[in-house]
């Protein structure tokens, strides 16, 4: 347990906080002022199925942490992360080697928009990504230059990150979103401009006196007209506290990690 401690602060760097996560099994590091990870990442790592040995790519992975549970959760075959800002990939290597994850997960610097030049067409199974949520006409861009990347369109539309979803991904492979409620009909459109059809969605609630706030979307290339729409995800109770059925995602993805394949 000690060397362990002293493993993980020798990992951390000045400004960085060591989290855990999903009890306690998965630790992962944080900028204590800069980009950190939110619930819609640990929902989108929830709705993510994958197949015994099959491939992941994350676009824009940021700090990783989508990558490490799945890590966990499946038996995955390739996985792979690309970012874009050189301190989130330094950040997030040095996470995976505190989870003992070399063997399986590799992240990458890299532009999502300049994916050809890191990657062979149709590379992966199942590519995920999570992207930034607001053009750049929309909104205060944030003086930290990590959450703006993160959050406005700077280095990336979803058209660039769906553009390049359909370069790597198998055909017949799975393309996984998540992305604001109010950008819905625009996500859908631009999918289906890309050949990679909505398959799975589900609307996620604040609470279930609000309107839809994310949605969530598996889309699969070629894939054939045909819209499977989930019951919605409420995340807080109205006096607050979370939902079962959130406290019931997060027994199951800590339960997941209970594991190593």
């Given at each position: 347990?000690?060397?362990?401690?002293?493993?993980?602060?020798?990992?951390?760097?000045?400004?960085?906080?060591?989290?855990?996560?999903?009890?306690?099994?998965?630790?992962?590091?944080?900028?204590?002022?800069?980009?950190?990870?939110?619930?819609?990442?640990?929902?989108?790592?929830?709705?993510?199925?994958?197949?015994?040995?099959?491939?992941?790519?994350?676009?824009?992975?940021?700090?990783?942490?989508?990558?490490?549970?799945?890590?966990?959760?499946?038996?995955?075959?390739?996985?792979?992360?690309?970012?874009?800002?050189?301190?989130?990939?330094?950040?997030?290597?040095?996470?995976?080697?505190?989870?003992?994850?070399?063997?399986?997960?590799?992240?990458?610097l890299?532009?999502?928009?300049?994916?050809?030049?890191?990657?062979?067409?149709?590379?992966?199974?199942?590519?995920?990504?999570?992207?930034?949520?607001?053009?750049?006409?929309?909104?205060?861009?944030?003086?930290?230059?990590?959450?703006?990347?993160a959050?406005?369109?700077?280095?990336?539309?979803?058209g660039d990150?769906?553009?390049?979803?359909?370069?790597?991904?198998?055909?017949?492979?799975?393309?996984?979103?998540?992305?604001?409620?109010v950008?819905?009909?625009?996500?859908?459109?631009?999918?289906?401009?890309?050949?990679?059809?909505?398959?799975?969605?589900?609307m996620?609630?604040?609470?279930?006196?609000?309107?839809?706030?994310?949605?969530?979307?598996?889309?699969?290339?070629?894939?054939?007209?045909?819209?499977?729409?989930?019951?919605?995800?409420?995340?807080?109770?109205?006096?607050?506290?979370?939902?079962?059925?959130?406290?019931?995602?997060?027994?199951?993805?800590?339960?997941?990690?209970?594991?190593?394949?």
């Amino acid at each position: 347990m000690l060397e362990d401690m002293v493993r993980q602060d020798n990992l951390r760097r000045e400004g960085e906080t060591i989290d855990a996560l999903l009890g306690g099994r998965l630790k992962i590091l944080q900028k204590e002022r800069g980009y950190r990870f939110s619930v819609d990442s640990l929902l989108l790592a929830h709705f993510v199925q994958l197949t015994t040995g099959g491939s992941v790519i994350d676009l824009g992975t940021g700090s990783g942490v989508i990558l490490l549970i799945l890590s966990h959760r499946f038996k995955c075959g390739r996985m792979v992360g690309v970012e874009i800002q050189e301190e989130l990939v330094d950040m997030a290597g040095r996470s995976v080697k505190m989870n003992g994850l070399e063997d399986k997960v590799e992240v990458l610097l890299g532009d999502v928009r300049e994916i050809k030049s890191l990657f062979a067409p149709q590379s992966f199974d199942v590519v995920i990504f999570n992207p930034p949520y607001r053009r750049l006409s929309s909104g205060r861009i944030n003086p930290d230059q990590e959450k703006a990347v993160a959050r406005h369109e700077i280095k990336g539309t979803m058209g660039d990150f769906l553009l390049s979803a359909r370069y790597i991904v198998k055909e017949t492979g799975c393309v996984y979103i998540i992305y604001p409620a109010v950008r819905l009909t625009e996500l859908l459109f631009r999918m289906r401009e890309n050949d990679i059809e909505p398959k799975r969605l589900r609307m996620v609630h604040s609470s279930r006196s609000s309107e839809g706030e994310f949605i969530q979307v598996q889309g699969k290339r070629g894939g054939g007209e045909e819209l499977k729409v989930l019951p919605p995800l409420f995340i807080y109770e109205e006096k607050g506290g979370y939902t079962e059925e959130m406290e019931s995602i997060f027994r199951e993805l800590s339960d997941s990690l209970s594991f190593s394949s």
